[in-house]
């Protein structure tokens, strides 16, 4: 669904990378927001003490508030090949690029239960763990030589800084850093021997050791090694027993957790803690990088361990709002945002999941406006002749000249969040419309469930005309989405709005209808039977492909050319919840925690997308390969365990 992956991973396209990212979207002013006080409480309460906030470098250790950070850099001793690694990224790639093996990622909500995170570093010849600790507000930063296949061990710089411009100074004496903070000051030491190399290009103040053993740093008083490796063994221990239960469900609750924790920031442009989509991202758009539907499935992820987090990745993806008063398709550093189209609209099902698991009013209440204008917006834009369309509008700005995508198919291509299915092949774009006339199946399916999702928050809130509103719209759109059955094919598909003629092309989208209540019981069984568990098509080892196998473009695997995407099995999960298939469930539910299980327990990666046909996510550059949604794979089986069986009406 990315963009920017597509264009960055392709040497061929690297030129237009700043251009498409830059030029599709305005530095307009942000939209002001105002959040409840109980969310801002709540922001307070995430940003504090010691985790890895910094969206630079993984191995960056920094306490919140403060933004006193704690980075660690390595140095190959290489004779005549010295190299400095001063941070370290997940998934960044080229031949000297380090490789990092993510582990452990405690939630970010409970410091009192202590924080523990682990990590391997593999780079030019060397492999070292890195793993924290918290205990009592200190920081224990443990480091240990696995592995080095060059002759000498490299050093390691712990480097102490300021970020974000925060207030602080940094004295080094004989046997400590001392941070003087405001109001008060943090010491650090070294267990280790400090050592000295002037031909590091490290800024700050910092300790120096060769890692020929294992080497700490600790906060608060001095500490041995030992009694680092005890603390941080401790912690370790802590979260393996509080697992407890089911191995399965242990092991998808720790991918989750795991994901989450090391992709959770501490965004300084708005002084918030949110979870984008992954650090290259972040890196590619000069601090952070926010997606519509796919932080949206980030809160419902963080639901199953941490409310706080998921409340914030919901509440701020609606605080990126534009004037014009919809959710962008993307918002980046600067304020910069999609300003000609959207994306997907999965916000009020997000929002009104978590209200049902927490109950708590004001998120509701702070949610609900923005929620309103947004479902509002697509009835207002993006309707042509009844059904709905996905767009892209042109609007004014100096740059405009440079523009690549806005007004043009490719812009209203991305809108759908499939940004190179094979569904809008050959479709044509209208300029002066700003509209592809293609009645969309999938995005009509997502907003009758946006209506009816917002429809329940209006009613819980006492809003009963608009919740009668909302439920008539509903129903206006399921009548449109029904007349797109065609019941030779014995599926719902996208109309050319100009010849009146059916799209042959089938994906995942042919099954949305049954997650808005749509479809028959005699319809949902024929899209199961004769689509869905068809092996030409969409059932196989590894499911579910985002194009037909036997359409033309499956062979591709490339992006949305057939690989595998969590949230397309995740949705087509919750429609066949609504028509019961026990059987078909459970089936899908085992695939997709088979197809994240086998790149998550051999390498530790959680994919943004996967070969249809081999189950690998490692075959292309361009699938992230620690990108959040990935692991829906396996909250999928986590609801089948979980949830009551619903009335079956598939027979």
Known sequence: MKRAAVIVRNGSLATAVAMALAVAVCAFPAFAQQNAPQYTKLQHDLARGWNTWNTRS???????PEGLSINVGIKNNAIYQEAWLPEALIDRQGPDAEQVFPGTHTSISHAEDGRYTDLRVRWRGHEIRIQTATEQNDLILLITPLKNDVALAPTIVFSLNMLWNRAGTLQKSKDCITALLPGHSVKAYLAGEDSLDFGIPVSGTYFMTVLDGPVAVTTGKPRTVQEAQTIVDRARRAV????????????????IQTVLGWDTIYEP???????PVSHIFNIICDGY??????????????????????????METLNSETPAGFVPNFSRAKDWKSLDRSEPPVGSMTVLALYRQFHDRWFIEDAYPRLRRWNEWWQQNRDVQGYLVYGSDPYHAPWQKAELTVNTLQGAKYESGLDNSPMYDGIEFDTQTHRMPLADVGLMSYYIVDCDSLADIAAELGKTADAATLHARAERYRTSLNTLWDEKT??????????????PRLSPNIFYPLLARAATPEQARRLVQEHLLNPDEFWGEWVI??????????????Y????????????????LRNYGFPEVRKQLAQKSLDLLMRDWEANGHIHEN????????????????????????????????ENAEPDDQSK
């Open 490 to 503: 014995g599926a719902y598909l996208n109309k050319d709005l100009r010849t009146g003629k059916f799209s």
């Open 58 to 64: 993984v191995t960056s250790h920094v306490l919140l």
């Open 545 to 558: 492909p985002s194009i037909a196998r036997n359409d033309s473009a499956f062979k591709d695997q490339e």
């Open 289 to 314: 990088m926010l997606f519509d539907w796919d932080d949206f499935f980030g809160a419902i992820l963080a639901a199953t361990y941490d409310r706080n987090l998921a409340y914030a990745n919901a």
């Open 610 to 641: 996967y070969n249809a046909i081999t189950g690998s996510g490692d075959d292309v550059k361009n699938s992230d390969r620690f990108y959040h949604w990935g692991a829906m794979l396996g909250l999928i089986s986590m609801l089948e365990k």
């Open 269 to 275: 442009e708005h002084g918030r803690v949110v979870t």
């Open 560 to 575: 949305w050319r057939g690989r595998i995407w969590a949230p397309m099995n995740y949705l087509v999960y919750l429609g």
């Open 240 to 255: 393996e027993e509080q697992a407890g239960g089911d191995p399965a469900a242990n092991q998808v609750q720790r991918a």
